[in-house]
């Protein structure tokens, strides 16, 4: 590439991260939304954070090349669903489906894919709902229509991932045997975890309406 060229490149590059960007912020801003009105109507916040990141041109350009896709913005564009991506994590089990449910059903977003690796966990034991979605973004001269993965899990997957991530990151050999088992027995604990947590959210709330009746039937006498 000669100079010029390589300034345009460079240019056509930045406005096509751009978008995803903004798609990222419009995803944030849905998701704040539900959140906080959700927490008006049922006094409970199902979401704990809220992480969003946008994959480097160079992570990019490693997974156009492993996965031998052509080199070219509109192919990367047609190939690669998570450039944009936002990973959230929730308080309980059920909030990860009923989340997941109110974004599905928005009217401008448009599900390509669900991955559900909770109720099919990966051989390693990894958990979490994967959503890909497309969402329009609104530029100044045009309508993108811009994919990204949502990851959705509770506390326990997101902390059994970080930190299975940091393991391999750190260790670049083959894992023995016996490690893989351990860490899948590690997820296991994480999901019985999750259902125990679950168990009691549902029996404090069952409670908790109960004492509702209780007290407006006292009212009334
Ligand atoms: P990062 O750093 O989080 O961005 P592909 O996207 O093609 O490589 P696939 O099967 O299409 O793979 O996607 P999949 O299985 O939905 O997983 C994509 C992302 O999920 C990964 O992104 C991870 O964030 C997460 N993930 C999937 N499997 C595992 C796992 O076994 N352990 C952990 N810790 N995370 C996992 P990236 O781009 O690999 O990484």
Redesign the pocket.
Known sequence: LDLKNLQSFKMELTRFMMTYKFALDEMETKIKILQEEFEYVHEHNPIEHIKC?L?SPE?IFH?VLR?NYPLSLSSIKTHI??IA?I?ITCSFLSDIYTLSEMLQNQSDIRVLEV?D?IKHP?A???Q?L?LILELPVFMTDRTEHVCM?V?IRTIAMDF???L??KI?YKYDAEVPDHLLRELKDAADSAAALDRKMEGIHHEIDNLKKRKEIQDESQFKQ
Request: hydrophobic share 10%; charged share 45%.
């Open positions: 990141r994959k992570s997974k996965k669903k998570d991506g990973r991955k690796y990966k390693n034991g990894y979490s994967h993965e990851q059994w991932a970080s299975e991530h391999y």
